[in-house]
Nanobody, 119 residues
């Protein structure tokens, strides 16, 4: 089992910055990718950014150049630095970890952290 705990959400004005953290514990060695998703009211959950075990990263087009995902292996923590925030970035942000069970990925989720961008 893997446990994920997010922190760092909050209220910020447009153009501001926030950094989210996701601390992982448990069977961490089985994880091959960690991602950040978000879900705005009335919308589907969407992938925002991901970082693979080898270090490769990927981003949604809507956040490229503004968000940076990184990790600290010593702390078993993944971060999402969010800059130049826009009102449309408002959502609940979820940390996700995937492990392979056979040939299929199994998802672990954090509890979510609210990010509100408003003037």
């Amino acid at each position: 089992q893997v446990q994920l705990v997010e922190s760092g959400g909050g209220f910020v004005q447009p153009g501001g910055s926030l950094r989210l953290s996701c601390a992982a514990s448990g069977r961490i060695s089985s994880i091959y990718t960690m991602d950040w998703y978000r879900q705005a009211p009335g919308k589907q959950r969407e992938l925002v950014a991901g970082i693979h075990s080898g270090g490769a990263t990927n981003y949604a087009d809507s956040v490229k150049g503004r968000y940076t995902i990184s990790r600290d292996n010593a702390k078993n923590t993944v971060y999402l630095q969010m800059n130049s925030l826009k009102i449309e970035d408002t959502a609940v942000y979820y940390c996700n970890a995937k492990e392979l069970r056979g040939a299929l990925p199994y998802n672990y989720w954090g509890q979510g952290t609210q990010v509100t961008v408003s003037s």
